[in-house]
């Protein structure tokens, strides 16, 4: 699974699905009062009490998705470890009306009783099963779910469709189940659905006939799957379809096909074409074959990511729909979201956790194989360098002394959605990236294809990975090395200091804040220093060591910018570094920006030096370091650390350093007018044109955009490139205000178009006006607003600093609905992340009040991060602030 974010400027606006306020269809069902028998055992709260192990699926269901419920016979092939009446499993909102146990070719009644809202169900059967084998038989129906858990339901355009996102717990929301990773079994399909609608699982559809009106889908048995990897889609889809050619590890084709919905018939071709070659890098990489008979790669309007079916994985439209055309931006995440979701085949659905607790592995090294894979398959997009800013991103979470390290013990159903986080992906990522190069390509991978072939089709856990890694590695200090960055939270700080003239002493401590304290911690880690063109790289596993760097200028201390750590500096040493920082790789600008920034929240380097350090920054070449180049200042401005007073300094700084790129550069605002240029020259422009007309509010370039815009609007189709929407809608709107959001809204809601339709929701979501935010959560009602789209306008308003302490109330007022509506994976875990632009100590005291409100939720970790984090700016804004607003407004 990957998450990802439509809208960089919003930290928490990532696609949520679920209520904005609680629907009957979705809201959590109470629970059955009545108590639990003693004979039954104590409710499993995570892992089942294994007395159950199941051995295969038939899966048989009636699925219409213009109705309000599907409904399906299922049994399950079982082994029954202990005899007895009650077994425990997982069934969450379900009505089942029937529940049979075969034994000895005897039937054997039950009922089935959800006891818990995370879906755990007691079945209860009138006499005792035998220990043995037996199969369970359930009749039951069910709501379609409006966002993605469970099976869902969708009208796109004149057209309903379903899908399923059954990852981490919601396949028994989609049917009873033994609902764990660790079942890990052959599964059969069979889908009962209207005539003309097309159907979608793991396997090939082996079988279709008629039967009472209905069209009836028969799938082949699937290889060992567990349940959050089983697909069910059922529409009127159109498709494209090919194959990917015999590969040295794959003799025969291998078939392979893009599903949509209807309207993005024709922008499919781009999609498939990409996934052949994804497809053929990670076979090489593996050194194996594809691991399931076919690969169907599906789109949904509404899903915040993709998620990793075995063989019928699924997307956001954006993602897949688009042509040769599309920005560099979408063709990135295009390369990267598909390598990792490919990726997860292999890692994930043919080695499989064992359970939650090591969901870490699955993710980390998908996220790494994405931006590796991708940056194969097109080195032009220069995807590959987006690793090391999402593991840099990371360090700014897991710098929190709130938090939790990547390998975390799970113990209950709530703890399991949280694990999908920044941790994972971007800290993890980065960590992974760290071992294989301080191992070296070769080696690395040879581990990974140890593993792999030790685990094929089955279930894994981290310490098998480790000691591959480490027998691959020759070298024992691997394991402890690797284990004191996914067992431990925290990010590493090197200190430097001069101890010769060739020599430095380095130590190496736990990062923290301004104002905060951390625990002791050490690490293993792997230091790569580079002065010149001599790079020198050791294990550090001691506090304090030396290094000798028989070389001349400006040290570097995290070589290539591929380590999981932050470094400080003596200010000379400092300064020379950011002198240097123009000309730089962009893996090691963006670790300069990282430590730099680093460093001024932790109270060291200068205002002085954090400005120099912008203007070093925005002259690097590579658009990942360059376009963050004046990330923390504008955090800064935003948050209130640099007063209302300097404001218009700094918004006069941002325009002074961009301006001339991009007029350097040129701009036509109308679609496809720079599709000529290199793809990094394409995403330049873009970022500068957002940073100029967003955080400089420079009037001509808005001007100009705004009149793109109206032109667009009135019917144009050319007269604006999608890439420019964002901005485009925003200065728009800064014009009209509520009156121009009313205009856009309606055009809004009457299209499907991937990227017209979430860009212009996100810029009047986020117009800062009053008015509008108001009109948004307590005034506008309109059918084809869908839920996920009304709760990221609550993100939009509390996150946007003119509208976020009317929005805060709002939602203050509005949690428990917002909390207990049915919503998918992420979002009770983010929600704490959309009040991180408050700052101040006044703040965090207010947001201690919401611990009872998350007390044994997924997002209760999220809160005491945000509340750290808004502490910490608050102190920091105190004891400094006035310095960094004096150095802004000195500016000329």
Known sequence: MHSIMPKAAILAATLLAGTFLASPALAQQPTTEAPIPAEAGVMPAGKLDGAVVPQGYRLDLTVDPTKERFSGHVEIDAEVKKAGRYVWMHGRDLKVGKVTAMVGGQPVSGTFRQVDPTGVALVTFDAPLPAGKTTFAFDYDAPFGEGP?????????????????????????????????????????????????????????????????????????????????????????????????????????????????????????????????????????????????????????????????????????????????????????????????????????????????????????????????????????????????????????????????????????????????????????????????????????????????????????????????????????????????????????????????????????????????????????????????????????????????????????????TGYYRFELPAKDWDALIAATPSLSGGEALAVEDSLNASFYAGRVTADQLIAGSRALAANPDSYASGDATGLLQAMAARGVIAESAKPKFRAFVDGLYAPQLKALGLDPKAGAHAGDDPEKQQRRVQLVELLAGTARDAALRAQLSKAADAYLGGDAGALDPALFGAAFDAWLGERKLDGAKVLMDKALASEDPLFRPSALGAIGTTGDAATAKWLLDEFQDKRLRQSEKLNFVRYVVYTPETRDWGYSWMKAHLDELLNGGAGIFFGARLPQILGNFCSVASADEFDGLRAKFAGKSGALELERTIERVRSCGKLKDVRGAELTAAIAKLN
């Not at 070298?475 to 004191?484: E, G, H, T, V």
């Open 149 to 561: 858990a469970g099976m869902f339901h969708l009208k796109v355009g004149d057209d309903w469709y379903s899908w399923t996102q059954h990852e981490s717990i919601d396949a028994r929301a989609s049917f009873p189940s033994f609902d764990e990773p660790g079942f890990k079994v052959p599964w059969n399909v069979t889908l009962r659905t209207p005539a003309g609608l097309k159907a979608v699982s793991n396997a090939p559809e082996v079988k279709t006939e008629t039967a009472n009106g209905m069209t009836v889908h028969t799938f082949g048995q699937t290889l060992p799957l567990p349940s959050y990897l089983v697909a069910l889609m059922v529409g009127p889809f159109v498709t494209v379809e090919g194959v990917v050619p015999p590969t040295p590890q794959r003799p025969t084709p291998l078939p392979i096909r893009v599903i949509s919905t209807k309207q993005n018939a024709g922008k499919l071709d781009f999609a498939l074409e990409g996934t052949k070659g994804v497809v053929e890098h990670l076979e090489a990489y593996f050194g194996q074959s594809f691991p399931y008979p076919k690969l169907d790669q599906i789109t949904t309007p509404i899903l915040p990511g993709a998620m990793e079916n075995a063989g019928a994985d699924l997307y956001a439209d954006s993602i897949l729909v688009m042509d040769d055309k599309a920005s560099t931006a979408q063709k990135r995440l295009f390369g990267m979201v598909v390598s990792h979701e490919l990726a997860h085949q292999w890692f994930g659905d043919l080695v499989t956790p064992a359970w939650w607790d090591d969901i870490w592995l699955n993710e980390s090294f998908a996220n790494w194989m994405g931006f590796r894979i991708g940056n194969e398959w097109r080195p032009d997009l220069n995807i590959g360098a987006g690793a090391l800013a999402e593991g840099f991103n990371a360090m700014g979470i897991d710098a929190l002394v709130a938090g939790r390290p990547i390998h975390q013990k799970i113990e209950k159903n709530a703890q399991i959605d949280a694990a999908f986080d920044t941790i994972t992906y971007g800290k993890g990522g980065h960590v992974v990236a760290m071992i294989a190069a301080f191992m070296g390509d070769t080696k690395f991978r040879d581990g990974v294809r140890g593993y792999m072939a030790a685990h094929k089709y089955g279930n894994a856990t981290s310490a098998e990975f480790f000691k591959a890694m480490a027998e691959a590695a020759g070298d024992p200090r691997i394991l402890p090395a690797m284990q004191s960055f996914t067992d431990q939270q925290g990010v590493p700080l090197v200190t430097l200091e001069r101890a010769g003239p060739q020599s430095w002493k380095v130590t190496q401590s736990r990062y923290v804040r301004y104002g905060m304290k951390g625990p002791v911690t050490k690490w293993g880690i792997p230091l790569c220093l580079r002065q010149g063109d001599i790079r020198q790289c050791s294990l550090m596993t001691d506090t304090t060591t030396t290094v000798t760097i028989k070389s001349a200028g400006p040290i570097m201390p995290n070589a290539g910018g």
